[in-house]
C-alpha cells in the first residue's frame, strides 16, 4: 500500500488501504477487550460478544449507558441509569497505534510532500470506512447482564458462606417465622427476580466520538511520522514540530510499556493474576497517562465511594475513599505514601528524555548553539503544553453506578477524578521548553545534535542552516 505520488489516486487502490487500514485496527481492539474482559471475569455476568463491541465503542469515544429495574435494593427506575464515561484506553491506543501506522504506510510512495487532494481523498475513505464499521457495533452492543446475588453478600453460597439471607432467620428470631418461615426466602425471590441490568451504545453520540477520535488519531498520526510526507507548502513541518512531536510520542508510549511490564511482575506475585492482567490489558494507559500530569504537578481534584473505590491505585485509593471533591497532589499521596515522590522524578526523567530526543532528530542551524537551543525549547514546550491537557482530558473518570454492568457489580458505587487543563497547558509550556533546552544543550556538547534527523529535514534547508546528516 504506497501512495503514487502522482497526485492521483486510484478507486481501488484507495479502498483496499482504507479497509486493510480500519479492519486491522478493529480486529486489534476488538482482540484485546475481548482477552481483557475475560481475564478479569466479565464474561460470567453475560455474552462476551456484545460486552467486547460496547467496550471497543467507548474506547473510540463512543458511551455506552447501563438501564434496569433494581427497585428491591430501594432504587427507582430512574436512578437505575447511568451513562458510562471511563474510555478502556489500553483498547483505544492499540486501535489507534495501528490505525495511524497502517494510514502514514500508505503514504510514503509520495515523498517528502503530497498533494491536498489525494491526502483528504485517502484519509475521508479510512474515516467513513471506520464510521461505518463503528454502527455495526454500537448496534451489536447492546446486551443483558445478571447479577449474581451471592457476590454482593446476600444469599452466601458454596464460596461465600454466612450471607445476609442465610443469617436472617438466626436474627430475626420469631419474626423470621410469620408466614411459616417464608419471610427470607420471599426477600431471595424478589432479589432474584430483579437482577437483570441491560447496556446500551448510543448510536449518535458514539459516531460522533467516534468522528472525532478517528480524526484526531490521523491527525497525530501525520504530525509524529518523521518519514510521512506532509501536505505541499508545509514541507517546513519535517524540520520544526516532527522532531519534537516524535519524540513527546516515544516516550509516552514507552511509559505505557514500562506500566505493562509492571502489571506482569505485579501479577506474578498476586492471588488474582487474571484480574491484574485483564486489568492491565484494558486501562494500563488510564493509570500511567493520569500519573504523567500528576507527577509534574498538575492538581487534580475528586472522590470515589463504594465499589468503585477498589479500582483506584494505592494510595490515592486511601486518600479518596467515602469522600467528596477532594484536592489530588503529589505532596498530598506522599503523606501517605513517601514512595509517591518516585513518581515525580520518573515523569521528570521522561521529560528530559523527550528533550534529548528532539535534539537528536532536529537538524543543526548555523546559526549556533543559542539558535539550536531555543529551536527545540520552542517546539517542545508547545507540543508538550498541547499533550497535557490532553492527556488530563482522556484520563478525566466520571461515573456513577446504581447497577450491574460490563460484569462489574457497583450498587451506590460512584468515582470523580479530574484534573486542571489550564494548570497542565501552563506547567507543559514549561516542563517541555526546560526539556528540550537541557536536551539540545546536552546533544551539542556531545556532537549528537541533529544525528538522526529524518532525510526530509535536510532537503529544503531554511536560511542559515547547514546540512544535517540524514539518516
Known amino acids: 500500500m504506497s501512495a503514487s505520488g502522482s497526485g492521483r489516486v486510484r478507486p481501488g487502490e484507495l479502498l483496499l488501504s482504507a479497509v486493510a487500514t480500519v479492519s486491522w485496527a478493529f480486529l486489534a481492539m476488538a482482540g484485546v477487550a475481548a482477552l481483557g474482559l475475560h481475564l478479569v471475569g466479565a464474561d460470567g455476568a453475560g455474552a462476551l460478544g456484545p460486552m467486547t463491541a460496547a467496550v471497543v465503542v467507548l474506547a473510540v469515544g463512543g458511551s455506552v449507558t447501563p438501564a434496569g429495574d433494581v427497585e428491591a435494593f430501594g432504587l427507582k427506575g430512574a436512578q437505575a441509569h447511568s451513562a458510562v464515561d471511563i474510555a478502556p484506553l489500553g483498547v483505544g491506543l492499540v486501535g489507534a497505534?495501528?490505525?495511524?501506522?497502517?494510514?502514514?504506510?500508505?503514504?510514503?510512495?509520495?515523498?517528502a510532500a503530497i498533494g491536498r487532494a489525494e491526502l483528504a481523498a485517502r484519509a475521508g475513505a479510512v474515516v467513513l470506512l471506520f464510521l461505518l464499521v463503528l454502527a455495526g457495533l454500537a448496534w451489536a452492543g447492546n446486551d443483558t447482564v445478571t447479577?449474581?446475588?451471592?457476590?454482593?453478600?446476600?444469599?452466601g453460597g458454596p464460596e461465600r458462606p454466612g450471607g445476609l439471607l442465610e443469617k436472617?432467620?438466626?436474627?430475626?428470631?420469631?419474626?423470621?417465622?410469620?408466614?411459616?418461615?417464608?419471610?427470607?426466602?420471599?426477600?431471595?425471590?424478589?432479589?432474584?427476580?430483579?437482577?437483570?441490568?441491560?447496556f446500551t451504545v448510543e448510536a449518535g453520540r458514539s459516531l460522533l466520538g467516534g468522528a472525532v477520535w478517528v480524526v484526531a488519531v490521523l491527525l497525530i498520526a501525520l504530525l509524529v511520522a518523521r518519514r510521512a510526507p506532509v501536505p505541499r507548502g508545509l514541507e517546513a513541518a519535517h524540520r520544526t514540530v516532527r522532531p519534537a512531536a516524535s519524540a513527546l510520542y516515544g516516550v509516552l508510549v514507552l511509559a505505557v510499556g514500562a506500566g505493562l511490564a509492571a502489571a506482569v511482575y505485579a501479577a506474578i506475585g498476586d492471588d488474582h493474576p487474571r484480574l491484574v492482567l485483564g486489568a492491565a490489558l484494558l486501562g494500563a494507559p488510564n493509570g500511567v497517562w493520569l500519573g504523567v500530569p500528576l507527577g509534574l504537578f498538575v492538581p487534580w481534584h475528586g472522590g470515589a465511594i463504594g465499589a468503585l473505590v477498589r479500582v483506584l491505585p494505592d494510595p490515592l485509593d486511601k486518600l479518596l475513599d467515602g469522600r467528596e471533591d477532594q484536592p489530588i497532589t503529589v505532596a498530598r499521596l506522599a503523606e501517605l505514601d513517601g514512595r509517591v515522590w518516585l513518581l515525580t522524578v520518573a515523569c521528570v526523567l521522561m521529560v528530559l528524555a523527550a528533550g534529548v530526543l528532539t535534539a537528536v532528530r532536529t537538524p543543526v542551524g548555523r546559526a549556533?548553539?543559542?539558535?539550536?537551543?531555543?529551536?527545540?525549547?520552542?517546539?517542545?514546550?508547545?507540543?508538550?503544553?498541547?499533550?497535557?491537557?490532553?492527556?488530563?482530558?482522556?484520563?478525566?473518570?466520571?461515573?456513577?453506578?446504581?447497577?450491574?454492568?460490563?460484569?462489574?457489580?457497583?450498587?451506590?458505587?460512584?468515582?470523580?477524578?479530574?484534573?486542571?487543563?489550564?494548570?497542565?497547558?501552563?506547567?507543559?509550556?514549561?516542563?517541555?521548553?526546560?526539556?528540550?533546552?537541557?536536551?539540545?544543550?546536552?546533544?551539542r556538547?556531545?556532537?549528537?545534535?541533529?544525528?538522526?534527523?529524518?532525510?526530509?529535514?535536510t532537503l529544503r534547508s531554511e536560511p542559515g542552516d547547514a546540512p544535517a546528516t540524514a539518516k
Open 97 to 111: 497505534l495501528l490505525l495511524g501506522w497502517l494510514f502514514v504506510r500508505s503514504l510514503r510512495g509520495a515523498g
Open 147 to 155: 447479577i449474581d446475588a451471592a457476590t454482593l453478600g446476600l444469599t
Open 168 to 198: 436472617l432467620p438466626r436474627e430475626l428470631g420469631d419474626i423470621a417465622d410469620i408466614g411459616s418461615g417464608l419471610l427470607p426466602d420471599r426477600i431471595e425471590r424478589l432479589i432474584d427476580a430483579k437482577a437483570a441490568v441491560g
Open 368 to 443: 549556533g548553539t543559542a539558535g539550536f537551543t531555543g529551536r527545540c525549547a520552542l517546539w517542545l514546550g508547545v507540543l508538550t503544553a498541547l499533550a497535557l491537557p490532553l492527556l488530563v482530558r482522556l484520563t478525566g473518570v466520571s461515573a456513577g453506578a446504581s447497577l450491574s454492568v460490563l460484569g462489574f457489580d457497583a450498587f451506590g458505587a460512584g468515582i470523580e477524578l479530574h484534573g486542571s487543563a489550564p494548570a497542565a497547558a501552563a506547567l507543559g509550556a514549561g516542563w517541555g521548553a526546560a526539556a528540550g533546552a537541557v536536551g539540545a544543550l546536552a546533544a
Open 445 to 457: 556538547a556531545t556532537g549528537a545534535a541533529g544525528g538522526r534527523a529524518s532525510r526530509y529535514a
